[in-house]
Structures are given as structure tokens and as C-alpha cells.
């Protein structure tokens, strides 16, 4: 299996709800990445989960909350966003090399609503 | 601060063609140097990396050059197709573990028939 999954591919939330996004990859990957991407813009990278640990968390607001149950398994629960939250939410996984020489794996994407 | 440039506007070619894409760099001394293609609302897929002591490398088609004196990489695509519309990303990367990867801004190819 050389793929990264997201679910769900669309999602629509109000400012007051609670939802969560899902990234799944069964490569042996130990890195784990949540990125956003405007229109027209690239992606920007969020947090960094190394062997199932927090290692870089870019000054992301406290309404969005990753979390890495295993090393195959990535959320992002989100709560109380913006309307300037609604974006395209990429999942991405690395092998365990030393080096910036890691390649990343994107899965297909959140395309989320914040209304 | 780090910046890394890539020509914002969209490129047009024809089918056929040579596709020179740019990849410009400042504060910054990269290791490596990735690129990576990106489909309309689908994630970037990885195409080549070169390292900072290569001056080029190449798959297929692609063609990618990295010179750390004018701190620029060149991406190239020969015998460009209307498939290889879309728009492709720069990411220089270091030398430390599990990559903070930082991609340029992106330029949209369009290959016309």
C-alpha cells in the first residue's frame, strides 16, 4: 500500500461545531505532517508528528488540535474555526530517513467549509 | 527570512515545447532541492530531488538543475504534453531529520495541443 487516505474529502462545519479530520498511511512512515493551502497558494505546514510525537507545531491556533493515536494514524480535530479557517487540509507522511533528502507522500485532501 | 520565488505567472506552452520552470531562493542554503507536481484539489506529488552537490539530475522527461551560487534550481520538461498541465512546487530542504518542508509559490504550467 503506497497511499495516503483523508477522510472525509468534503466538509462543511458551522463556527460552533466540533469535527475531526483523518489521515491514514500503512508505508512504515514515521513522520506525519498536517499542511493548509489557500487558493492559489502553496502549502504551509501546521504540526509534525515524529514516531508519534509533537515535534513542530508552526504556531497554530489552539482551535485546531492534532493528534497521532499510532504510527499510521493522524487527526485534526477542529473547534470554534473561522470562516478564514476554510481551506484545503493535506496530509502528508515521510520514511524514517535522517536528512532533509525525505521525500513526502501527500494524501488527497480535506476540502473544508467553515460557514 | 527565507524566501523561495517561483514565476507566479502561468506558463504557456505548446505541445512539443521545452518547459523551463524557476525556482529562486534567498536566506537560505539548502541541502536538497524537491519538486513536486500539483493537480487541482488533489495533494502535490513528488517528481525529482537533486542535492546541493549535483548539478543535475534526471526521469524521463524531467530535467532539474540546482546551483547554490546563483541559489537557483531549474526545472525542465522536454517534450511537453497537455497531461503535464498543472502547477509545480519547489521545496528546499536542510540537513536535519523529518523535514519541515517550506515550498515556493508555485507556477501553473498549461501545455496547449
Known amino acids: 500500500d503506497t497511499e495516503v487516505t483523508q477522510t472525509p474529502k468534503h466538509l462543511v462545519m458551522g463556527m460552533t461545531n466540533k469535527k475531526s479530520l483523518k489521515c491514514e498511511q500503512h508505508m512504515g512512515h514515521r513522520a506525519m505532517y498536517w499542511y493548509k493551502q489557500k487558493a492559489k497558494k502553496p502549502p504551509e505546514l501546521m504540526f509534525v508528528?515524529?514516531?508519534?510525537?509533537?515535534?513542530i507545531n508552526e504556531s497554530v491556533p489552539s482551535r485546531f488540535s492534532p493528534e497521532c493515536p499510532n504510527s499510521s494514524l493522524l487527526n485534526l480535530h477542529l473547534h470554534a474555526l473561522q470562516p478564514e479557517d476554510s481551506a484545503l487540509y493535506l496530509c502528508a507522511s515521510s520514511p524514517p530517513l535522517a536528512g532533509g533528502k525525505d521525500t513526502q507522500y501527500f494524501g488527497p485532501g480535506t476540502r473544508l467549509t467553515v460557514l | 527570512s527565507q524566501k523561495i520565488e517561483q514565476n507566479s505567472e502561468a506558463l504557456n506552452i505548446q505541445e512539443g515545447k521545452t518547459a523551463t520552470l524557476t525556482c529562486n531562493y534567498t536566506?537560505?542554503?539548502?541541502?536538497?532541492l524537491q519538486w513536486y507536481r500539483q493537480d487541482p484539489g488533489r495533494g502535490p506529488v513528488f517528481l525529482l530531488l537533486i542535492r546541493e552537490n549535483e548539478k543535475e539530475k534526471r526521469k524521463e522527461r524531467l530535467k532539474v538543475t540546482f546551483d547554490t551560487t546563483l541559489k537557483q534550481s531549474l526545472f525542465h520538461i522536454t517534450a511537453s504534453q497537455p497531461a503535464d498541465s498543472a502547477t509545480y512546487l519547489c521545496?528546499?530542504?536542510?540537513?536535519?531529520?523529518?523535514?519541515?518542508?517550506?515550498f515556493g509559490t508555485g507556477t501553473r504550467l498549461l501545455v496547449s495541443p
Open positions: 508528528y515524529s514516531y508519534e510525537k509533537l515535534s
Open positions: 521545496a528546499p530542504s536542510g540537513n536535519t531529520g523529518f523535514q519541515k518542508l517550506v
Open positions: 536566506n537560505y542554503s539548502p541541502a536538497y
